[in-house]
């Protein structure tokens, strides 16, 4: 086992130290006057206090929730639609021909042209979230899949059929363990574009039904003209994201390095 130390100390303390670092530079433009107008760049402080505001009120972690459920839950529909297609478009050459080019199309659209139309198709609810979701997530979970079968040495499948792993056995335990790097990458970067789309779509489509997240409280403080809500939902967005990445995709990552003796166990 690695101790707190040496843990606190490569993995820790340098991020730490960054984030202070940000903050010290964030105070110093208020303090010397560099930027003196609060309503473009406000203290640290003001920041700070809308923190403490939204906790008091009750209101912050159901901001935070809001948006992580939806994200999570979505991302979890892009996984179960993404995953089969990118097998399908990977194995079968008539289908990569057919909609191969259209996933790589989907995958440059940026998130948010999907917003009205899904508003106009579904309406102001948590349907019309998940479509945008699943609309920006599935494309990237695809291709990341497709990457990872093609780059499979063509030796493991010769030894997969001489050992009788053909048909399904052969996907399950030969093709899919030799894509997971590519496949876990695509994962990775479904995510960033779930999270992106979802943030496009709350800050857009503004209902009382919908409830408070992120994206709305972003877009709320921007109508209030209130650049310490700003800064909060925007600090938020970026914790939860970098949160998400050191839980899941991070060990899950270094698992599958390990695995393949890729990186060396401290």
Known sequence: RTPFSRTFREKIFPPLTAVVLVILLWQGLVSFGIVDDPTKLPPPSAVWDEVGDAWLKGELLGYIWTSVSRGLLGFCFAL???TPLGLLVSRVKFVRAAIGPVLSGLQS??????VPPAVLWLGLDNSMMYA???LGAVPSIANGLVSGVDQVPPLFLRAGRTLGATGLRGLWHVVLPAALPGYLAGLKQGWAFSWRSLMAAEIIANSPDLGVGLGQLLENGRTASSMPMVF???????IVGIVIDLLIFSPLERRVLRSRGLLVRN
């Open 109 to 114: 659209l940026p998130s948010v042209a999907w």
């Open 132 to 134: 945008v979701i699943l």
């Open 80 to 82: 179960l639609i993404g």
């Open 232 to 238: 909060l939902a925007i600090l938020l967005i970026l």
